[in-house]
């Protein structure tokens, strides 16, 4: 059973179509990973998930026939935009989203959720004293109690330091272990790639990338190159077959034009630096965001234009 | 709409205003803001201003002026010291008589001038047809003049008004050749008793004296009763614009929003903000049982008001609550909440505007008109109802059914304001805009 199936939605503000035709099925106990640039649509299609926004057309089911009206109560959402009532105590705070999702009480799960993510110690201290990085944990303890069927995490990580950044993600990981599905977004293309099942693109309101990351890469082929040399970034400017090059330093990428043979491209490379090392790869998913939404594809959408 | 999402959203809000310092405040100060006055009077009753009252008369019949001498004397014999203490507590009234002049203009200019520098606090030009009773053609207004820049409630005006006219009585009366010393009672005045009506005992078949009704059954109560309801609904609904204007500054409402439909969220607050109103409400009205036995006035109190009263404060509180809500969720920040407070509070403030016009004429069309408007129903409609006559049986009823469906209909337009309103930021929306929420959602 699929736990969440778009069917052509869209959702309008004013003149500004923020979500068109968009048709999207997420699998149950799945990491589904939503990307895109800021505007581009991701927030507001949680939102219509939620059953914060309502489409304008199209439908949107949870779990087979569900309706998002009626089945909020499956349902863990953490905004993008976070609060929490600063002058109540964090034990206080958490019961009551608790009781509000589930209308039971829950308080041996905030005792074991805030000793999970090593909160224990701040229970009875009130919210206003907390550093970020704790609201931030907190606020995800309020989304996740009582165990929801559905996690919708819009943007979980931002601000977050390394070692909650790890709490947090090993709670995903264990969340869906135990059959959650989750829904996130991020602007983290590397933890996109690491951590999600599957990848959903969505620019300009409209669809752009859908599937697991192998298969998205599959559908740009093995294009790039990464390459070290002696002489760094002007070793590699005016190699034959090269697109592109994204200079990351230390390492260069290079974009392969569509009938180049790499060969030839290593070959021309070895007769001007000296080559430590060379590698074929598939696009990252940072690269093929940048080719849908980066400045280059901006400049040719304006050119066809 | 799920009832747990209410109760647990109204427990959470109920709890969080009933333990801040400014309920408490509110709930000590504003009887303290509205009974001010009274408390003031009370405690400056004891310290009267005791200047002397120095006023000047030209008197051109010559005869009344001494009638307003022997009055003042006998006022001040009466009334300047306390009996038991011997200490003064009124002003004394010092009359200056004085001779016309010649140019009349320039006398009057003289005097105002007196009355400026506070040598006197006000002059009487006693005309010289005064004593000429009236012609169907005169007019009487130009008989008697008082001058004065005194403000406020002149005090010596109104007293001026029986001993002018008993003095111009009494030398008309002399003028007819009647002996005045020999029947000086004839110009006094007979007191009128305020009474209640006679009731026949329905259980004894005996019919009751009339008691002497009290100023207070006429006025205060009434007055008291509507005030109250009014301070009650204005504490208990003014928090609900501050309340989720700052749960959506501070973005706490999407997450809400997650788990609750935004009408289940906007029932919730308002249901939290109605046990407020009730637990004020309750501390009122025990605080004020006991402070009308400990008057003596239990009895002036029309107990059959109370469920009416209560009525009317949920219908008021649910009312102002979703309209503060739907406000609230048009604004971005505490500053726009603020610029809207008045508009919220416009529902209270004006049939307290009213207040004095319908104990005037309660059963006035006036009265009757906007007592009948939803919005002012429960403060005025209570207003009349506590009133010694009360008001026609089907007015209240009809009331209640008007502020019914009118709080019905505003839960329900607010709620799709709010639906609408509650995760936009930027500027808060006009009015018109506003309108087009609540009717298309």
Same mark, same amino acid.
């Given at each position: 059973m699929d736990a969440v199936q778009i069917s052509h939605v869209t959702r309008t503000f004013g003149s500004v179509t923020a979500v068109d035709d968009l048709s999207l099925t997420v699998p149950q106990g799945s990491i589904y990973g939503f990307i895109g640039p800021n505007g581009s649509g991701k927030t507001t299609t949680m939102r219509m998930i939620v059953n914060i926004f309502y489409p304008d057309r199209g439908e949107i089911r949870l779990f087979g026939d569900g309706r998002p009206e009626n089945s909020t109560d499956l349902i863990g959402y953490l905004p993008e935009e976070r609060g929490l009532y600063q002058r109540m105590t964090v034990q206080a705070l958490l019961e009551f989203y608790g009781e509000l999702r589930s209308g039971r009480g829950v308080k041996t799960e905030v005792a074991r959720w805030l000793q999970r993510l090593d909160l224990a110690g701040r229970a009875s201290d009130k919210v206003e004293t907390l550093s970020r990085g704790m609201s931030q944990k907190v606020q995800f303890i309020a989304t996740v109690i009582p165990e929801p069927k559905l996690l919708l995490l819009d943007e979980p990580f931002s601000g977050l330091d390394p070692v909650s950044a790890e709490a947090i993600r090993s709670a995903i990981l264990d969340l869906r272990r135990h059959g959650v599905t989750v829904i996130l977004s991020t602007h983290d293309m590397h933890l996109a790639e690491t951590l999600c099942d599957y990848i959903f693109m969505i620019f300009r309101g409209r669809k752009v990338l859908d599937g697991t990351i192998g298969s998205i890469q599959d559908r740009y082929g093995e294009d790039t190159i990464r390459v070290t040399a002696s002489g760094g970034f002007a070793a590699v400017q005016?190699?034959?077959? #090269?697109?592109q090059i994204r200079d990351l330093g230390q390492v260069q990428e290079l974009r392969l034009a569509r009938s180049a043979d790499p060969q030839e491209v290593l070959r021309a490379l070895v007769a001007q630096a000296r080559v430590t090392s060379f590698s074929l790869m598939k696009p990252s998913l940072h690269d093929i965001f940048m080719r849908i939404a980066g400045p280059a594809a901006e400049e040719a959408n304006h050119a066809n234009a | 709409m799920r009832m747990h999402k209410i109760r647990t959203i109204a427990k959470r809000d109920y709890i969080a205003t009933v333990r801040t310092k400014a309920f408490v405040f509110g709930l000590v100060v504003a009887p303290m803001l509205f009974g001010g006055g009274s408390i003031a009077m009370t405690l400056f009753k004891g310290q009267p201003d005791l200047k002397d009252r120095r006023v000047a008369i030209v008197d051109?019949?010559? #005869? #009344?002026a001494g009638a307003l001498v022997s009055a003042a004397r006998e006022k001040n014999g009466r009334e300047l010291f306390d009996k038991k203490t011997h200490q003064q507590i009124a002003p004394r009234y010092v009359f200056e008589v004085i001779a016309p002049a010649a140019n009349s203009k320039d006398q009057l200019l003289a005097l105002s001038g007196r009355v400026r520098r506070k040598q006197l606090v006000a002059f009487l030009e006693i005309g010289k047809d005064a004593l000429r009773p009236p012609g169907p053609a005169d007019d009487p207004t130009a008989r008697v003049s008082y001058y004065t820049n005194a403000g406020g409630i002149d005090e010596m005006r109104n007293w001026l008004n029986g001993p002018i006219n008993d003095g111009v009585r009494l030398a008309r009366l002399a003028q007819l050749g009647i002996d005045i010393d020999r029947n000086k009672g004839l110009t006094a005045s007979v007191p009128i008793d305020g009474l209640s009506l006679v009731e026949r005992d329905e259980k004894t078949g005996e019919v009751h004296e009339a008691r002497k009704r009290s100023e207070l059954e006429g006025f205060f109560v009434p007055f008291a009763v509507a005030m109250i309801l009014a301070m009650i609904v204005m504490v208990g609904s003014a928090p609900m614009l501050q309340n989720v204007t700052q749960d959506k500054s501070q973005r706490i409402v999407e997450t809400l929003l997650g788990a609750a439909t935004p009408f289940e969220l906007m029932t919730g607050k308002v249901v939290g903000a109605v046990g407020v109103s009730v637990t004020s409400s309750v501390l009122y009205v025990l605080a004020g049982t006991l402070a009308v036995n400990a008057l003596g006035i239990a009895g002036l109190l029309p107990l059959t008001i109370i469920p009416w009263f209560y009525v009317y404060l949920l219908a008021d509180v649910v009312m102002l609550c979703a309209f503060a809500a739907a406000l609230g969720a048009c604004c971005s920040t505490p500053q726009d909440a603020q610029n809207l407070a008045i508009v919220l509070l416009m529902p209270c403030l004006i049939p307290m505007f009213m207040l004095v016009t319908v104990l005037r004429q309660p059963h006035g069309t006036l009265a009757t008109v906007m007592s009948l408007v939803p919005p002012f129903t429960p403060i005025l409609m209570l207003l009349r109802q506590a009133m010694p006559d009360g008001v026609p049986a089907w007015q209240p009823w009809v009331g209640l059914v008007d502020v019914l469906a009118f709080a019905a209909a505003t839960v329900w337009a607010a709620s799709r304001i709010f639906r609408v309103a509650i995760l936009m930021q930027g500027k808060p929306p006009r009015l018109a805009e506003m309108v087009r929420w609540a009717m298309k959602g």
């Open positions: 005016q190699l034959p077959g #090269v697109d | 051109h019949t010559g #005869v #009344v």
